[in-house]
Nanobody, 123 residues
Framework: QLVESGGGSVQSGGSLRLSCQPFGFTLEYSVVAWFRQAPGKEREALSCISRSGATTYYADSVKGRFTVTRDNAKNTVYLQLSDLTPGDTAIYYC??????????????????WGQGTQVTVSS
């Protein structure tokens, strides 16, 4: 199981940093991805980071605005959200799995998921 934190309400142009921590296991050996789901929409893959943190992937919709990092010593993965718009309003989820590939957006490749953290952006 994973636990996300750091969500909240911000105005357009604002920033937030989301955190993802595991419960009962070490995140160091897992690939971690971030997804989000807005009301009435399908879940969207946002970003993925390799075990070492050396390689990352981003969806076009967030490239240049969101940054994924990890601190394996703290057993935590982060997603920095910047230049937020109302279109970024959603529940944000992290997921962990063993496989790192160019098809990082495939939800079925992730074994562990968090409950999500709400991000609300007002204009």
């Amino acid at each position: 199981q994973l636990v996300e934190s750091g969500g909240g309400s911000v105005q357009s142009g604002g920033s937030l940093r989301l955190s993802c921590q595991p419960f009962g296991f070490t995140l160091e050996y897992s690939v971690v991805a971030w997804f989000r789901q807005a009301p009435g929409k399908e879940r969207e893959a946002l970003s993925c980071i390799s075990r070492s943190g050396a390689t990352t992937y981003y969806a076009d919709s967030v490239k240049g605005r969101f940054t994924v990092t990890r601190d394996n010593a703290k057993n935590t993965v982060y997603l920095q959200l910047s230049d937020l718009t109302p279109g970024d309003t959603a529940i944000y989820y992290c997921a962990a799995g063993p496989k790192f590939s160019s098809k990082w957006y495939v939800e079925g490749d992730y074994d562990y998921w968090g409950q999500g953290t709400q991000v609300t952006v007002s204009s």
